[in-house]
C-alpha cells in the first residue's frame, strides 16, 4: 500500500516532471555546446590559417640580383626563379598549430614549404583572399590563399592549409568536460527537487494526514498546525479548519439535538404508555377510558406538532425550495393574522396591531404566517392577565427604508441571562406556563427570519416585558 501510494504521490509526480524537463534542457545544452563550439573552433581555425598566411606573405621577396638581399641574415633562403632570386625569410612560417603553408606553382605543385596533403590541394583550385573548404575522407580541409603577383612573382600562390581535426582536439576535450558536468548536475538537480518538493507538500501532507485521523478516529476537534505564512497552503490549511470549525458545530448541534428530541419525545411516549398500561390492566369505567383517550390524544397533539416542527426545521435548514419566494403584501397579511390571533382571547389579553400600508417584500408566504403566528402566540403564553399585545409594521426612515415587524407585550419579560438561550431548540423559560408548547417556538422565527436574510432582536425587561424586532434588508 506504502509503495502503491509512493508511486501514485504528487511528490514524485512533480520530481519525474522536473527530470524530464531537466533532461531536455540538459540535451539542449549539450547540443548547443557542440554547436557553438564547433563555430567558434571553425572560425578560431579560419582565422589562424589566414593570419598565418597573411604573415607569411610578407616574408616572400623577389630580387633579380642576389647582391640586393639581405646576405649577412643566413637564415634566410634564396631560391632561383625564372630571372631572379626568391628570398623566403627566416620568419616564414611553414608548419605550426597543424596548419601547414608554401609557395606554389600555378598547377597546384609545391614549390617551397610544407604541404600536408598534396593530392587533394592539387585538386583545389586558387582563390585569392578566399577561405575555400574541401572534404577529403569525411575530414573537412580549410585552404586559404595569397597571389604572389603583386611581388613580381607571377604564377606563384603563397597556400595556407589545416584540417579541420585540428580544431577538434579542444572541441572535444570541452564536450567531454560537460558530458560529465552536465549529467552530474542534473543528478544533484533532481535529487535537490525530490527533497524541496518534499518540503513543499509537508503541509499537504500534514492536511491528508489530519483529514485521515478525522475520518478514521472522528475526532472533529483535530486541526492542521503550519505556522507562520500567508501562502497557498497555509490558505488552504486555514480554509480546512474553518471548516472543520462548521463542521464541528453543526455535529455538536446535531447531537445536541437529537439528544433533546429523544428527551422530548420521552416523555409524550412515556404517557402514552402509562396510560396504556393503566386501562389495560383491568376493566373501566366509561370515564376513565376516555380520560385515558384525552390524555394519549393530548401527548398524541402534542408529539404531532413536534414532528412538524422539526419537518420544517429540516426543510429550511436544507434550503430545499418546498417554501418558494414569492413577492407579498406584507401589510395585509401581518393585518390578517392579527384578525385571527386576537379571536382567540387568551387570558383576557388584548392584541392590537398598527400596520403601513403597501408594504411588499419577497418571502414565503406560509413561513411569514408561521413566524407572527410564533410570536404572538409567545406572547399570549408568557403575558399578563388582562394584559396587551402590539403588533406594529413600519418602515424605517433612519435606517435605510428597511422594514421592521415589531411584537411587543407587557408579560413576564427575560431575563437578561435567558435572552440568548430562548433561541435554542426546546428552551422554555418558564416550564410551568408552557401548556401544549414545544419548545420550538422561538428557535422556529430565528430559522424563519435567516431563510429571508433578515435579522431579529429582543428588548426585555424582567416584569415588565418583550419586544422582538424582525428586520427585514428589502
Not at 390578517?336 to 387568551?346: I, N
Amino acid at each position: 500500500m506504502a509503495i502503491s501510494r509512493e508511486k501514485n504521490s504528487i511528490r514524485l509526480k512533480i520530481t519525474l516532471w522536473f527530470s524530464l524537463i531537466l533532461l531536455f534542457i540538459s540535451f539542449f545544452t549539450l547540443a548547443s555546446v557542440f554547436y557553438i563550439s564547433r563555430t567558434v573552433m571553425q572560425k578560431t581555425v579560419k582565422d589562424a590559417l589566414i593570419r598565418m598566411v597573411e604573415n607569411n606573405y610578407d616574408e616572400v621577396e623577389y630580387y633579380e640580383e642576389i647582391s640586393q638581399g639581405e646576405l649577412d641574415r643566413d637564415d634566410d633562403q634564396y631560391l632561383q626563379y625564372q630571372n631572379g632570386y626568391i628570398e623566403i625569410d627566416d620568419d616564414f612560417i611553414t608548419k605550426m598549430n597543424g596548419i601547414s603553408a608554401g609557395v606554389y606553382y600555378s598547377d597546384g605543385k609545391l614549390f617551397v614549404g610544407s604541404d600536408p596533403n598534396p593530392d587533394l590541394l592539387e585538386k583545389v583550385p586558387f582563390s585569392d583572399g578566399q577561405v575555400q573548404t574541401s572534404r577529403e575522407d569525411g575530414i573537412n580541409w580549410y585552404i586559404y590563399d595569397r597571389s604572389l603577383a603583386g611581388q613580381k612573382l607571377d604564377g606563384l600562390w603563397l597556400r595556407g592549409a589545416v584540417s579541420e581535426q585540428q580544431g577538434q582536439a579542444q572541441m572535444s576535450s570541452t564536450m567531454k568536460m560537460s558530458m560529465i558536468l552536465l549529467p552530474v548536475l542534473v543528478i544533484f538537480a533532481i535529487v535537490g527537487g525530490y527533497i524541496f518538493a518534499g518540503r513543499l507538500l509537508r503541509p499537504i501532507n500534514e492536511i491528508n494526514e489530519t483529514a485521515m485521523e478525522i475520518g478514521q478516529g472522528r475526532d472533529l476537534s483535530k486541526r492542521i498546525d503550519l505556522g507562520p505564512g500567508n501562502d497557498e497552503l497555509h490558505q488552504l490549511a486555514g480554509n480546512f479548519n474553518d471548516m472543520m470549525d462548521r463542521l464541528e458545530k453543526s455535529f455538536d448541534a446535531e447531537k445536541q439535538f437529537s439528544s433533546d428530541v429523544s428527551h422530548e419525545l420521552r416523555t409524550p411516549i412515556s404517557v402514552i404508555r402509562a396510560e396504556c398500561e393503566y386501562i389495560l390492566e383491568q376493566d373501566r369505567d366509561k370515564e376513565e377510558y376516555i380520560e385515558a383517550l384525552e390524555t394519549i390524544e393530548r401527548q398524541e397533539h402534542h408529539m404531532s406538532r413536534m414532528v412538524e416542527d422539526l419537518l420544517m426545521f429540516s426543510r429550511l435548514e436544507r434550503g430545499t425550495d418546498i417554501y418558494p419566494m414569492e413577492d407579498m403584501d406584507l401589510s395585509g397579511l401581518v393585518e390578517s393574522v392579527c384578525v385571527d390571533m386576537a379571536l382567540l382571547q387568551v387570558k383576557g389579553i388584548r392584541l392590537d396591531w398598527s400596520c403601513q400600508e403597501q408594504i411588499h417584500i419577497k418571502g414565503s408566504r406560509s413561513l411569514i404566517i408561521r413566524m407572527l403566528t410564533n410570536l404572538i402566540s409567545n406572547a399570549y403564553r408568557y403575558g399578563r392577565d388582562h394584559g396587551w399585545i402590539h403588533v406594529r409594521l413600519y418602515r424605517n426612515k433612519d435606517r435605510g427604508d428597511q422594514t421592521v415587524l415589531q411584537v411587543e407585550d407587557n408579560g413576564i419579560g427575560i431575563a437578561p441571562e435567558e435572552k440568548e438561550k430562548i433561541f435554542h431548540r426546546f428552551y422554555q423559560v418558564d416550564s410551568s406556563r408552557t401548556g401544549s408548547g414545544t419548545g420550538l417556538g422561538l428557535s422556529m422565527v430565528q430559522e424563519i427570519c435567516r431563510y429571508h436574510g433578515a435579522d431579529i432582536s429582543l428588548s426585555s425587561q424582567p416584569g415588565e416585558g418583550s419586544s422582538f424586532y424582525i428586520i427585514f434588508f428589502q
